[in-house]
């Protein structure tokens, strides 16, 4: 390279022909100097462009998504249980209390972790960052085995870490499959990715259930709560590193760029992307609050039992994964312009609450419910979609912060969520349909104020740029 350089400056210089003054001189290398840049810098920005993801790939990083996901939905079901026996003397209202602040350790370590492990993997690579994740996930899920820290607060530092770790995962699984997907295939990417996610929590429970039963036939004098619990962290840890061997055997090459390219490559300002950070911690905020109503409907209405509720869920997460199908297999995140989804899925979801607050039977219920889950459903996929638009230095940071923020949210809907259930009972409903409203007047009334979220227009302009570049290279 170094012969090379110095050769096409000799010819220049002897093109140039005499140089009678020093500032001739001068002027002529300037000027070399900006043909040279001006060759060389093409040809480095080609280097760095990451390479596809091949379907191998792009499955396992979607399985790594289901593989945490449902750790913590089998957890969840076990947990009360496995409490009660960390606590005797405790009554349910304590171990339900214990069961939401733990909850709430793993949101913590997800909003503390995210932010820190997407600029971290901006500047070493988000593969990395992958692999670190799946194994402190494995590892702080294993720790749950030892005795010494099973007590009631070794288990808030753990499941805080679990989360802590979890963030170093989902965003950067996002951040990656953005980085190696052309911007015609990420609606369907990003479709798939969510459709995981939802189909871990389902999956979840089953694992549970399969623990279960593997601890009572392997020694029926165990206490079937410890036992079921143990069960389902060494079921989950085993999960956990089928996803490292396959993640680690099929990882896409590194992207990392370089300072030069970094500081050529223009940066988006961070306030672009606080609009999209703002609606991922809003729907969390509301999503999170909408969850724990639905747990407490048992103690709202004598009429509705445990499996009711339990259907309750399962219609929720069954609706989301039905909507992220219909923009999988359709493309609509790429025809219908982003502002206007979101604009769908908040109607939907507030009238969907407001059919919860004043409902009076059970067929109401399961429908307030559909709405609320096919308008969420639809949100979600729209905000990741939109902030896999980040440029390529970028990329973890912004997934960071758009599971920051939904850990953010999380957290506040669910103490929110609790006082309001405990003051107004089921008019909390029509409540939490308020910060819903409010968005939806600001994407319709105040456009300029969604500045960061490009319309149809600068998302098919994007595509034809995208495509000339493919062509001319």
Not at 129 to 147: A, D, K, R, T, W
Not at 328 to 340: C, Y
């Amino acid at each position: 390279m170094t012969l090379g350089v110095s050769w096409q400056f000799w010819n220049a210089s002897k093109d140039a022909g005499p140089l009678p003054s020093q500032g001739r001189r001068r002027k002529t290398l300037m000027n070399n100097l900006g043909l040279l840049k001006a060759k060389v810098a093409p040809v480095a920005m080609q280097s760095f462009q990451p390479d596809r993801l091949r379907p191998v790939q792009v499955a396992w990083l979607a399985a790594a998504i289901f593989a945490v996901s449902a750790g913590f939905g089998a957890l969840m079901p076990v947990l009360p249980a496995w409490l009660t026996t960390l606590m005797p003397g405790a009554t349910a209202g304590d171990v339900a209390r214990h069961v939401g602040f733990l909850s709430g350790a793993y949101a913590v370590g997800v909003l503390l972790g995210a932010p820190l492990w997407g600029v971290v993997g901006d500047h070493v690579g988000h593969g990395r960052i992958l692999i670190l994740g799946l194994i402190g996930y494995v590892v702080s899920s294993l720790l749950l085995l030892i005795p010494a820290l099973t007590v009631v607060w070794g288990m808030y530092a753990l499941r805080g870490a679990t989360g802590f770790f979890v963030a170093a995962v989902i965003p950067v699984v996002a951040a990656l499959v953005a980085e190696h997907t052309p911007e015609a295939q990420r609606a369907r990417r990003f479709a798939w990715l969510g459709a995981m996610s939802l189909l871990g929590f389902l999956f979840g429970p089953a694992l549970s259930v399969l623990a279960e039963w593997i601890a009572s036939w392997a020694d029926e004098t165990a206490n079937a709560a410890v036992a079921s619990a143990q069960g389902v962290v060494v079921l989950s840890a085993a999960l956990g590193a089928m996803m490292i061997l396959g993640v680690a055997a099929t990882l896409p090459a590194s992207a990392r760029i370089s300072a030069s390219v970094q500081t050529d490559t223009a940066t988006p300002d961070p306030q672009s992307r606080l609009p999209l950070w703002a609606l991922s911690g809003a729907v969390a905020f509301v999503l999170a609050a909408f969850e724990l109503g639905i747990v407490l409907q048992g103690q709202e209405h004598s009429g509705v039992s445990s499996r009711q509720i339990a259907m309750m869920f399962a219609e929720c997460s069954l609706v989301m994964l039905a909507v992220n199908a219909v923009l999988f297999w359709t493309g609509l995140l790429e025809k219908i312009s982003a502002r206007t989804l979101m604009s769908v899925g908040l109607i939907l979801a507030t009238v969907g609450l407001a059919v919860l607050a004043l409902h009076r039977d059970d067929a109401w219920m399961y429908v307030g419910i559909g709405f609320t889950a096919a308008g969420t459903g639809l949100v979600l996929p729209v905000i990741a979609y939109l902030a896999a638009g980040a440029s390529q230095n970028t990329l973890g940071a912004t997934m960071g912060g758009l599971a920051a923020a939904a850990g953010l949210g999380q957290t506040l809907g669910s103490l929110v969520g609790g006082w309001l259930f405990g003051t107004v009972a089921q008019q909390s409903f029509a409540w939490l349909a308020l910060p819903f409203a409010a968005l939806l007047a600001m994407l319709v009334l105040r456009p300029g104020s969604w500045s960061g979220i490009p319309t149809q227009s600068t998302r098919r302009l994007t595509r034809v740029t995208e495509r000339d570049h493919n062509h001319a290279q």
